[in-house]
């Protein structure tokens, strides 16, 4: 079984801004707004180095998404950044109206999503925005896992003309994808060969999935694990090929199960290929204070949970 | 024929035009687009913007113009038609499915002359803040135009942006408020009072012209033009425009009974007759 190498643990969001700061030196066009969450942002080398191509809006979320649609008038690739309840639900109508329908170039960057955020509790702990920003047309929607693959993104999708939405996170986590990947939006990664179960997870989820497929693998369950950083759009034929030879899946997201990755996954399947589906995810609760940790135990978002819904899921075929 | 008379001749032909066509689809909005003629007429006609109808999105050397209170697109539409956006026979096509004009202006079915969707309202400062924004990191000395409503200025992101384009000494932004002073529920003194608007713009750091009647084409030019000469000078500048709405057609004036109604057949030839054809109608 291929080992993945925590290369030791660090956060997603210092991933984005190890992307915006390369952004910065090699392409004039991107630009970053901010309304004041600089340090968690992780902004502030893109800043020192191009403070003529920053704006710090203040906490006025509305006239930052505002803004950054205006800024792509003129050519300009507007990274705006804050966390992701404020980049989601706050602004919902002006990314609607003033940046998908008007099909802007502006690339949303939204940390601290979900209940890793921890301590600050419910009211920042959004776990409804991937649904928010999937349902919006045209929008691409991201959900990187680790450190090196939200930098690769954050690169990636300067390229991109399109709104998209870059969804990563607070706390410090395993940093286990190549350095030197080449991130393609849309293009799920395979990262294990099974053929009893099909295990899809995305952003902080993938890293428990790998451990759970560890762990099925020494019960003798062989997991096909999928690794869905690009949740709109979809990789269908990546998922259908693995059903058809698995016959069941479990999803994994740090998200609400209504609205997320799911079921986005259980929509392609009805359509192509029915089969038995569990979803690790919050089951349409809000979060609450506690470790990052203790939060993801709590509400059944580590590889312990994913083992469980294999188990039962594998019960249902 | 002097300049102010072309300039009146084609406001009255913009006039025909919102009428017709609100009233062929027996929806839109004909009050505020009245009521704004004469600005748009003097911003794409009267030589307030340098603009370009071989329409490019990026407006690269060229003044900008952004529509926040979106509603008021049959003027918007009749103006750029009738300046060589896009054929004028296109008016026909308002609100009817399929069609590029929809009832909020949009990029999203590519009308040459929009540069942003607008109709929910409050947005259209932050959009042309970041325009302007873009503007000056182009080197691009031109400025950028935005229109809103009174009642718009409601909505609280207007706030953040006005903040916003003061603090950061946004100079080549004109935006014009259209104080008509109505809104759909009744008088925007009955709905929610504003107070002194001038004294508002004043404190959160803007350079305010008052212009006194926004429905007289002299005044507005003049006015327009004065507020191109305090750009560039530390301070966005803010054009508080008094109009009345349905200004043109009498029996519409003065009342925001007509802000999202269509004339009947009898009312249409009313306003027509009261706004005799001038460059031909669509």
Redesign the interface.
Known sequence: MKTYIDTGKKDTRSGFGEGLTELGRTNPNV?ALCADLIGSLKMQDFIDENP??F?Q??I?E???????????????I?FAGTFANFATGRVY??I???IA????NVKICASHSGVTLGEDGATHQILEDIGLMKMLPGMTVINTCDFNQTKAATIAIAEHDGPVYLRFGRPKVANFTAEDQKFEIGKAVHLYEGRDVTIIATGHLVWEAIQAAQKLSEKGISADVINIHTIKPLDEKAIIDSVKKTGCVVTAEEHNFLGGLGESVARTLAEHNPAPQEFVATQDTFGESGTPDQLMEKYGLNAEAIIKATEKVLKRK | MSKIKELEDFATQVRRDILRQVHKVNSGHPGGSLGCTEFFTALYQGGIMEHNPEFN????EED?F?LSNGHISPVFYSTLARSGYFPVDELNTFRLINSRLQGHP???EGLPGI??????L??????????????K??K?NHLVFALLGDGELQE??NW??I??AA??KVDNLIATVDLNGQQIDGSTETVLPMGNMKAKFEAFGWDVIELEDGNNMQQVLDGLNEAKSRTGKGKPVCVLMTTVMGNGVDFMMHTHAWHGKAPNDEQLETGLAQNPETLGDY
């Open positions: 630009v003529e191509r704006f809006t203040g006025a509305a006239n930052m998404m505002g803004m950054a649609a205006g800024l792509t008038i003129g050519g300009k507007p109508d002006q609607r109206q003033s329908y008007s099909g802007k | 999105m990026d407006g690269k900008l952004f949009t990029t999203h540069r942003v969707a607008s109709g929910s409050g947005q259209g400062m932050s959009v042309a803040l970041g325009a302007a924004q873009a503007k990191l182009n691009d609280g992101q953040e942006a903040m916003y603090g950061n």
